[in-house]
Nanobody, 118 residues
């Protein structure tokens, strides 16, 4: 059974920083793309950033130059460094990974809440 567990969310003032982590566990042969999504109340889930197996990254325009996605393939972990946080970044953040276990399947974590106060 593949599991993704996020950590690192919390309450922070505008202009502050947080670092999210997501660890993938279970019987895993390989991981392709990994990504962070977020969902604010009353809004659709949106892609924040993604990273391919060998490091190519992609960011939503709203977080470019403030957020950095990275991964440690040996630790099966993806990170999201969030700097200069804004109240509009408040959301539940979910990690996602394309994992080869028995087959290639996209898995999701349970989410971690990020709240940015003004």
């Amino acid at each position: 059974q593949v599991q993704l567990v996020e950590s690192g969310g919390g309450l922070v003032q505008a202009g502050g920083s947080l670092r999210l982590s997501c660890v993938v566990s279970g019987i895993i042969y390989s991981i392709n793309d990994m990504a962070w999504y977020r969902q604010a109340p009353g809004k659709q889930r949106e892609l924040v950033a993604s990273i391919a197996r060998f490091g190519d990254t992609n960011y939503a325009d709203s977080v470019k130059d403030r957020f950095t996605i990275s991964r440690d393939n040996a630790k099966k972990t993806v990170y999201l460094q969030m700097n200069n946080l804004k109240p509009e970044d408040t959301a539940a953040y979910y990690c996602n990974a394309d994992v080869m276990s028995k087959t290639w399947t996209i898995h999701w974590g349970q989410g971690t809440q990020v709240t940015v106060s003004s």
